[in-house]
C-alpha cells in the first residue's frame, strides 16, 4: 500500500543547483596537500562567495561537498544521501570521518572533477558551458529550467559530460543563475586550469590555545567513573558543536571528537554511525581544528574553558552521587538516555540544557540535516518557547518521578529489531500516550497539593540568560530559531521541561541518521509528533481549565483528526487549576507576554514592528515603522510571499546606512498532526507576515531591494497584492532574480549584512532554495513524493 509523505520527512531528496561546482578554502587529505598558488590564493574568495553557497551540505549536488578541499579531493558521487525509498541503511559519507584518502573514496564511489584527460576536467568544462548560457537578465528563466530542490540530479563523470551538457544545454556552472563577473569568471578558469591547486593550509596552532585544548582534553579524559560517564554525556551532546574557544578569535573554531590516539598526537578519529554507538575499543576525547568555510546552516556554536570547565564541575562532579559501573554503548542505550545517565542527577543535565538552551533548540533545526530538519513538517510555522522551571519540574525535584517514567520514555532508536508493527506501537502507544497520562497524574496530584503551576514555574534564566524565551520559524523546508519572543501573539507555544527537553535532543539530534533507511525516518517524524503534543500540553496546564481544551481543539481541525488524537494523545487535564489569577479574557496572551515582564532587563516586551502598544512602535518616519502596516492580520496578501524574503533597504540620498530586514510568510494550517498532503492542510486566508531587523535564516528564497524614498510603494504593492499578477509585478518592479545582472553584487551585500551582525555567529547562506518567480509556483506540491512500507 503507497502513501504519499511530504518531503520534509526524509530532510530533502534532491538539490537544487545542478551538478556540482568547485571547493573552498579549508583542510586537505594529509597525503594530498598540495603546494600553495598564487592562483589558489587570489581565487580563495571567489570560490567562497559563489561556489560553497551551493555546496557546502549533504545536499550539495552529487555530494561534491565543497567546503574544504577535502570535498575537492573526494570529488562527486552518483549515490544520494537523501532518499525516501531505500529500505536498508545507506552507507555513511561524511567528509573526513568515513574515509580519509583519495583512494579510500574511489572505493566508495566518488569520482574526479578536477583531473583532466584527454579533454579539460569536468570542473573547466562546467564552467565555459555556463559562460554561454543566454539567458535574458532579469527575466524569469526558461520554462524547461527546474531549479526546485526536487529537481533531477545528474552527476556526469568525465566521459559522461558532452552527453550532459548536449541533453542539457543550459547545464553549466554556475546553474540557472546570472554569469558570473568577468574578472571572478576569469579568476576560477585559471585555477581550474591551473589543476585546481589547494592553499597551504596553517597547522601550528598559538601557544596559549594548544595550552587551553590540552585542559579541555585532560578534563574529558579524567580516569574516575564519574568523570567518564560525564565525558560521554557531554561528548553526545556537542558532537556537533562548532566548538569555541573563550576569549580566542572569533573565526577560530574545533570539533570534539572520540580519537584512537590521546593528546599530543596526530587525531584518529573513530567513525560512529551515531554518538552513543559502541567506539569499538579504548578512545580519547579530543578537539580538532574544523576547518573549511563556516556554513551558516551548518553553524551551531558552543564556547568552552575555563569557566566552562569550572562550571561542569560545579554541575556535576560537586554534587554528591555514586557509579558503580559505566553503561554499555548501544542504539538501545542511545534510545533511552534518561536511563543511561540516571547517575548523574537530573538537575545537572537539565541545568546543562538550560545553560545553552538556544544551543540545543538550534541543534534540533540545523542538526545533521541541511535540508532543513525531519521534524520541520510537525511543527507550527512560529511558536514561542519557554521551559520548567528546574524547581517545579518533578523529574528534577522528585527522585520516584523520573525512576518510574523511564521504562515508557524510550525512542524509536531504541527498538531497532523485532516487527514493524509492535515497534509502532512501542512509541505511539506504550510510550508517549502512557507517559501524558503518568505525567498528568503525577502533577495533577502535585496541583492539589501545592497549587497550580504559575508564573513562578516558568525558568526566568536566572536573571542572566536571553535563551529563556525563545521565537522558532518554520518555513516549510527549513527552521531557525532566535533569542526572545519574536512577532505577533502565536497561534501555539511550548514549555518544555526536562525529560522533553533530552528526550527532543536525542530524536532529532544524537539519534537522528541521515542516512538511514525509510523507517527509521518515519519513526522518527512520528514520535517528534507527540513529543510537540508533549510540549503544547504543559503550556496548557498554566491556563484556565475551562479554555485548555477549546484551545486544543482549534490547533487540531480537520478531517480525521479527532480519530488521530485518539491514538496519539491521552485525555487532557481539564480540571486541575491554574495558580494564576487572570485579569483579563484573553490569557493565552497575558500568559505569553507576562513570561516577557519577569526579566525586562533581558527581553523587550513589544515588538516595535510587529507586536506594539503605544510608545512601544517604531516611528512612523523610520523604515521599521512604515513597514509596519504589513504585519497586520490577517494579511490576505502574505500567502503570495516566499517563505523567507531579505529586503534590502537603500539609504540612497538620505542620510544613514543600508538597512536589511527579513519578510517571514507565517502560514497557517488547520493543523500539524500529518505527515502528508500538506497543501490540503493550509488556510492560506489566515497567512501572516512577520519583519525582523536583519537576518537569522539559512535559506534566503528571494530578494528584494528597494530606496528608503520608494520603501512606502513597496509597502503599498504588497500590500494590495490579490493575485499572482500582482505579485509579478512586485518582482519585476523590486525584485532581484536569479538572472538579475547585479544578482552576484547584491547577494554580497546581503551576505555582509549577516556577517556584520555578528562574527563569531556568522556563516555563508545558502542559495539552494533561491526562487525563480513565475506564473506558476508549484513548488510546495512538489515537496510530496510517494514510497511504499510493503
Given at each position: 500500500m503507497r502513501s504519499k509523505l511530504e518531503i520534509d520527512m526524509i530532510a530533502g531528496l534532491l538539490c537544487m543547483l545542478g551538478?556540482?561546482?568547485?571547493?573552498?578554502?579549508?583542510?586537505?587529505?594529509?597525503?594530498?596537500?598540495?603546494?600553495?598558488?598564487?592562483?589558489?590564493?587570489?581565487?580563495?574568495?571567489?570560490?567562497?562567495?559563489?561556489?560553497?553557497?551551493?555546496?557546502g551540505c549533504y545536499d550539495a549536488p552529487c555530494q561534491l561537498k565543497l567546503s574544504?578541499?577535502?570535498?575537492?579531493?573526494?570529488?562527486?558521487?552518483?549515490?544520494?544521501?537523501?532518499?525516501?525509498?531505500?529500505?536498508?541503511?545507506?552507507?555513511?559519507?561524511?567528509?573526513?570521518?568515513?574515509?580519509?584518502?583519495?583512494?579510500?573514496?574511489?572505493?566508495?564511489?566518488?569520482?574526479?572533477?578536477?583531473?583532466?584527460?584527454?579533454?579539460?576536467?569536468?570542473?573547466?568544462?562546467?564552467?565555459?558551458?555556463?559562460?554561454?548560457?543566454?539567458?535574458?537578465?532579469?527575466?524569469?528563466?526558461?520554462?524547461?529550467?527546474?531549479?526546485?530542490?526536487?529537481r533531477e540530479n545528474v552527476c556526469a563523470m568525465a566521459p559522461e559530460v558532452d552527453d550532459y551538457l548536449e541533453e542539457h544545454p543550459d547545464g553549466g556552472m554556475p546553474f540557472a543563475m546570472a554569469p558570473l563577473p568577468?574578472?571572478?569568471y576569469r579568476q576560477l578558469l585559471s585555477w581550474a586550469q591551473a589543476g585546481a591547486p589547494a592553499p597551504q593550509q596553517k597547522t601550528d596552532l598559538p601557544a596559549d590555545v594548544t595550552k587551553q585544548l590540552g585542559s579541555i582534553e585532560s578534563f574529558l579524559n579524567a580516569d574516575d567513573l564519574r568523570s567518564k560517564l560525564v565525558a560521554r554525556y557531554v561528548y553526545e551532546h556537542l558532537f556537533l558543536a562548532h566548538i569555541h574557544l573563550e576569549d580566542d578569535e572569533p573565526r577560530r573554531f574545533f570539533r570534539l571528537i572520540r580519537s584512537r590516539t590521546p593528546s599530543g598526537e596526530p587525531p584518529d578519529e573513530i567513525p560512529t554511525r551515531r554518538p552513543f554507538d559502541d567506539p569499538g575499543g579504548p578512545f580519547h576525547y579530543r578537539l580538532v581544528p574544523l576547518n573549511g568555510t563556516i556554513l551558516f546552516k551548518e553553524h551551531m556554536v558552543y564556547e568552552i574553558g575555563p569557566k566552562r570547565l569550572q562550571r561542569y564541575r560545579d554541575l556535576f562532579l560537586g554534587t554528591d552521587w555514586t557509579l558503580e559501573a559505566l553503561p554499555a554503548y548501544s542504539g538501545q542505550t542511545g534510545g533511552n538516555p534518561l536511563s543511561t545517565f540516571r547517575a548523574i542527577p537530573p538537575r545537572s543535565r537539565y541545568q546543562f540544557l538550560l545553560d545553552d538552551a538556544l544551543y540545543f533548540v538550534r541543534s534540533f533545526i540545523r542538526g545533521p540535516v541541511c535540508y532543513g530538519q525531519v521534524a520541520v513538517n510537525v511543527i507550527e510555522d512560529r511558536f514561542w518557547v519557554s521551559f520548567l522551571d528546574p524547581d517545579s519540574d518533578l523529574s528534577v525535584t522528585d527522585p520516584a518521578y523520573l525512576e518510574n517514567a523511564i521504562p515508557i520514555l524510550e525512542l524509536p532508536v531504541a527498538r531497532a529489531d523485532g516487527k514493524l508493527k509492535e515497534r509502532l506501537r512501542s512509541f505511539l502507544l506504550d510510550g508517549p500516550v502512557k507517559y501524558q497520562d503518568f505525567r498528568k497524574r503525577h502533577y495533577a496530584r502535585k496541583t492539589a497539593r501545592d497549587g497550580g503551576p504559575d508564573y513562578g514555574d516558568i525558568w526566568d534564566g536566572d536573571g542572566r540568560s536571553l535563551d529563556a524565551r525563545l521565537t522558532v520559524y518554520r518555513n516549510f523546508s527549513s527552521a531557525s530559531v532566535v533569542q526572545g519572543f519574536v512577532g505577533t501573539l502565536p497561534e501555539t507555544a511550548w514549555v518544555i521541561d526536562f525529560p522533553l527537553f533530552e528526550r527532543i535532543y536525542y530524536n532529532l539530534v544524537a539519534g537522528f541518521d541521515v542516512f538511514g533507511n525509510v523507517e527509521h525516518q518515519l519513526t522518527t517524524r512520528l514520535y517528534m509528533d507527540s513529543l510537540r503534543r508533549e510540549g503544547e500540553r504543559i503550556f496548557l496546564s498554566f491556563l484556565p481549565p475551562d479554555i485548555r481544551m477549546p484551545m486544543h481543539e482549534s490547533w487540531y481541525q480537520g478531517p480525521l483528526v479527532s480519530l488521530v488524537d485518539q491514538w496519539k494523545e491521552s485525555q487532557l487535564d481539564i480540571s486541575s487549576a491554574t495558580g494564576i489569577a487572570y485579569k483579563t479574557s484573553f490569557p493565552r496572551r497575558e500568559f505569553l507576554t507576562h513570561l516577557l515582564t519577569m526579566e525586562p532587563r533581558l527581553w523587550p516586551v513589544t515588538d516595535p514592528i510587529n507586536r506594539c502598544g503605544a510608545g512601544g512602535c517604531a516611528a512612523g518616519d523610520t523604515s521599521a515603522g512604515i513597514l509596519r502596516p504589513l504585519t497586520v492580520e490577517p494579511a490576505p496578501f502574505a500567502k503570495l510571499m516566499p517563505d523567507i524574503a531579505v529586503l534590502i533597504v537603500e539609504a540612497g540620498s538620505q542620510e544613514g546606512d543600508d538597512e536589511v530586514f527579513t519578510l517571514v510568510h507565517d502560514k497557517a494550517h488547520s493543523n500539524v498532526a500529518f505527515i502528508f498532503n500538506e497543501d490540503l492542510r493550509r488556510e492560506p486566508e489566515k497567512d501572516a507576515l512577520t519583519i525582523v531587523r536583519g537576518q537569522f535564516s539559512s535559506y534566503p528564497n528571494f530578494i528584494f531591494r528597494t530606496s528608503r524614498a520608494d520603501l512606502p510603494d513597496f509597502v503599498r504593492a504588497v500590500g494590495a497584492m490579490e493575485s499572482r499578477r500582482d505579485y509579478l509585478e512586485v518582482v519585476e518592479r523590486f525584485g532581484i532574480r536569479r538572472t538579475h545582472p547585479q544578482f552576484w553584487s547584491v547577494f554580497d551585500q546581503v551576505q555582509a549584512s549577516l556577517d556584520a551582525q555578528s562574527a563569531l555567529q556568522a556563516g555563508l547562506l545558502d542559495l539552494h532554495r533561491y526562487r525563480d518567480p513565475k506564473p506558476q509556483d508549484p513548488i510546495e506540491r512538489l515537496f510530496e513524493f510517494t514510497f511504499s512500507l510493503d
Open positions: 551538478v556540482f561546482v568547485l571547493w573552498p578554502a579549508g583542510a586537505v587529505l594529509a597525503e594530498d596537500r598540495q603546494q600553495e598558488s598564487a592562483a589558489a590564493t587570489s581565487v580563495e574568495d571567489v570560490l567562497n562567495k559563489r561556489c560553497v553557497v551551493c555546496h574544504s578541499p577535502d570535498g575537492w579531493l573526494r570529488g562527486a558521487s552518483k549515490q544520494k544521501v537523501y532518499e525516501s525509498s531505500r529500505l536498508d541503511d545507506a552507507p555513511m559519507t561524511r567528509l573526513g570521518i568515513d574515509a580519509k584518502t583519495v583512494p579510500e573514496w574511489r572505493k566508495k564511489g566518488f569520482f574526479s572533477v578536477t583531473e583532466p584527460g584527454e579533454e579539460p576536467s569536468v570542473l573547466e568544462r562546467l564552467l565555459k558551458a555556463g559562460r554561454e548560457n543566454d539567458f535574458k537578465l532579469g527575466a524569469a528563466l526558461p520554462d524547461d529550467i527546474d531549479v526546485s530542490p526536487l568577468e574578472d571572478e
